[in-house]
């Protein structure tokens, strides 16, 4: 069975600044994808981003980009000039068949002013 | 409407009651997901349908009772609950094709339940 794990709890960052959350799976499929959602404290959970196990170059979409190393399993979510409105809680997610979603528990971001 | 909608956005309910929780996907998706989110595990799956069949059932206590009468609407029934199943419940719908794994779950705003 696939697992991701987020050994972040909780991160903060500076305003304008730039963050890296972190997160690793468990897997022994070659094709599946990653996923990056945020839930922002209004609760409708979104997504931030996807990455494609065969695609060797990193998604990027606009301040988000990720760092997909396929061989160590990781795959973490780096935040460019950080906004206030980027406060939220960071899901990774792994895709199995039949359209399930694996998450990590999760990391909450605060961004400080 | 659009994407996915969930109804009552908040509920209180007392042990002996029972209450339904509704959802429906305006998206076209052929999968509907529900899953209980608390401080104790983040973002837990309870239940899995495709096309309108139950594929997943995550050990998840016959007090919560699922139904499914089409692709674009899923309920929740409640009955006898207990204090500690307070929690947000998300609905969530994607689209499953044979072969793709990169179509990402779209969630609802959730229903925050308590149990008194």
């Known amino acids: 069975a696939q697992t991701v794990t987020q050994s972040q709890p909780e991160m903060s960052v500076q305003e304008a600044e730039t963050v890296t959350l972190s997160c690793t799976y468990d897997?022994?499929?070659?094709?599946?994808?990653l996923f990056w959602y945020k839930q922002p404290p209004s609760r409708q959970m979104i997504l931030v981003i996807r990455?494609?196990?065969?695609?060797?170059q990193n998604a990027t979409e606009n301040r988000f980009s990720v760092n997909f190393q396929k061989a160590a399993k990781s795959f973490s979510l780096k935040i460019s000039d950080s906004q206030l409105g980027d406060a939220a809680m960071y899901f990774c997610?792994?895709?199995?068949?039949?359209?399930?979603?694996?998450f990590g528990d999760g990391t909450t971001l605060t961004v400080k002013p | 409407e659009t994407g996915v909608t969930q109804t009552p956005r908040h509920l209180v309910m007392g042990m002996t009651n029972k209450k339904s929780l509704k959802c429906e996907q305006h998206?076209?998706?052929?999968?509907m997901y529900w899953y209980k989110q608390s401080a104790k595990k983040p973002l837990e799956l309870m239940f899995v349908?495709?096309?309108?069949?139950?594929?997943e059932n995550n050990s998840v206590p016959s007090r919560f009772s699922p139904e499914c009468p089409n692709s674009s609407h899923l309920f929740l029934h409640l009955h006898t609950l207990q204090p500690e199943d307070s929690a947000l419940y998300l609905c969530?719908?994607?689209?499953?094709?044979?072969?793709?794994?990169?179509?990402?779950?779209?969630f609802g705003p959730g229903t925050r339940l308590t149990v008194l």
């Open positions: 969530a719908s994607s689209q499953v094709r044979t072969g793709r794994r990169g179509d990402e779950q779209f």
């Open positions: 897997t022994s499929e070659s094709d599946y994808y």
């Open positions: 990455q494609e196990a065969y695609k060797q």
């Open positions: 997610a792994y895709n199995t068949n039949a359209g399930k979603s694996t």
């Open positions: 998206l076209g998706h052929n999968a």
């Open positions: 349908y495709n096309f309108k069949e139950q594929t």
